[in-house]
């Protein structure tokens, strides 16, 4: 855990993005390019290398209240001070209150976990990771391409959690769910849900695709 969560609160540049949900341990690239940006990413390199990710939500017109901390790994400078850099998810926090808007946000921000489990969560982790398998399998049969799941799935549930909620495409809010849950047990049990209803859809699919080409 990093050093910073020694510190139960603490102030944090805030970088909402809209459809973006950041989790612990999950890469997430950024090209930085707006201005006030600019300023708070040149700020950060002087510091800790740290800000807050959270999702912009286009409904309420406001971030969430629950994000990730981002550090910064790498960043390129490009001409006219815009900024390529790859950011790694740390901890997840939970927005107290705003302390400034301008030129960036910044947020009082305390950090959470997920409780300590309080059953043995691997056989439901083993669930999640057959049914992750099925439906990569299902989706590479119905494209007819080769699709593999990379070498580094974590195994242990809370990592595995977040890593299959951070692949989950195009359902932002879903995500957002599934990071301000602090009960592993609970996000596995929803992402068995997701997992196993797109089993089900993608398998349909697939044999209707066989008999079809029968």
Request: charged share 25%; net charge negative.
């Amino acid at each position: 855990m990093p050093s910073s969560s020694s510190i139960a609160v603490r102030e944090l540049p805030l970088f909402p993005l809209p459809e973006v949900v950041l989790f612990p341990s999950r890469p997430l690239p950024l090209h930085i390019f707006e201005f006030r940006y600019r300023i708070m990413m040149n700020t950060i390199l002087e510091s800790d290398r740290r800000f807050g990710v959270v999702m912009w939500d286009p409904v309420k017109g406001q971030p969430a209240s629950v994000g990730s901390c981002a550090e910064i790994l790498q960043y390129q400078r490009l001409p006219d001070d815009r900024m390529k850099m790859l950011t790694l998810g740390q901890q997840r926090f939970r927005v107290l209150e705003y302390v400034r808007e301008k030129p960036y946000l910044v947020g009082l921000v305390e950090w959470i976990e997920d409780r300590p489990p309080e059953r043995d969560l691997r056989p439901l982790a083993a669930e999640v990771d057959r049914l992750l398998r099925d439906v990569v399998h299902l989706s590479a049969k119905l494209m007819d391409q080769k699709i593999e799941l990379p070498e580094d799935v974590p195994t242990l549930p809370t990592e595995l959690s977040y890593w299959v909620a951070s692949n989950l495409a195009g359902v932002a809010a879903e995500q957002q769910t599934l990071l301000e849950m602090q009960d592993t047990a609970a996000r596995l049990e929803r992402e068995a849900e997701i997992l196993s209803s797109t089993r089900s859809h993608l398998a349909a699919r697939t044999a209707l695709k066989d008999a079809l080409n029968d």
